[in-house]
């Protein structure tokens, strides 16, 4: 097992995907701090990029140009850089070119969440979330569900259900512990 600072040094990218709300932009922080190591949210840069937040974008430029930037944003950090911590957003996975370079340039962290628990969370994230929008229960459920094909091949899945924010960090910590032992695979 080596230290968190060990960890720090390994000179490549972790990224984090998963569902909307399962916490990669919040859990990222943390583990960004315990690892000593720069965060980026793609979220946030388009929001800032656009000064507005992610509903908004959506209704002024349209879903299609978000898409298009979330991808032009991912391939430069990924291309750019070492040692960050970097959540992207919960569609982001679904565009193979992307897909392509996080796994090809990083440590890439699923995570993952029961349906159940994640349900509890809905109403934290239901009015920024332009997605889950106009759906009803039934069709955010089945979303839900197809969309976690998506987030496979990754480097490690860590399951977050009944874990608080440090708790999560520090088993994603232990999971790039595995991942030092054994770089090349993919699950
Ligand atoms: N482990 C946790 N326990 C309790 N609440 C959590 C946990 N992780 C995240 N949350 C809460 O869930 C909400 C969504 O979290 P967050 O924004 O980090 O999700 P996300 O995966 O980044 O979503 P998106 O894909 O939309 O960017 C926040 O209100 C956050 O405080
Ligand atoms: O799952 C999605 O498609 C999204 C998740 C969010 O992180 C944002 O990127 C946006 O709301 C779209
Ligand atoms: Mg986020």
Not at 47 to 54: A, R, S
Request: with cysteine; proline share 2%; glycine share 6%.
């Amino acid at each position: 097992m080596i230290s968190n600072e060990e960890l720090a040094q390994k000179d490549k990218n972790i990224v984090l995907i998963g569902f909307m709300g399962v916490g990669k932009t919040t859990i990222g922080q943390h583990l960004a701090k315990k690892l000593d190591r720069e965060f980026i949210d793609i979220d946030a840069q388009i929001e800032q990029k656009y000064g507005m937040p992610v509903t908004q974008i959506f209704k002024s430029v349209g879903e299609k140009e978000f898409r298009q930037m979330e991808k032009d944003y991912i391939l430069n950090v990924c291309s750019d850089s070492k040692f960050k911590i970097i959540s992207l957003g919960g569609g982001a996975f679904l565009q193979e070119e992307i897909k392509n370079i996080c796994l090809s340039t990083s440590n890439v962290i699923y995570l993952n969440i029961s349906w159940e628990t994640w349900k509890r969370r809905l109403h934290l994230i239901i009015d920024s979330r332009p997605i889950l929008q106009n759906k009803s229960m039934d069709e955010i459920e089945a979303l839900f569900y197809t969309r976690q094909n998506s987030y496979s091949p990754n480097h490690a899945s860590v399951n977050i259900d009944g874990l608080g924010f440090e708790e999560a960090a520090d088993h994603i910590i232990h999971s790039l512990n595995l991942i030092a032992d054994r770089p090349d695979e993919l699950y």
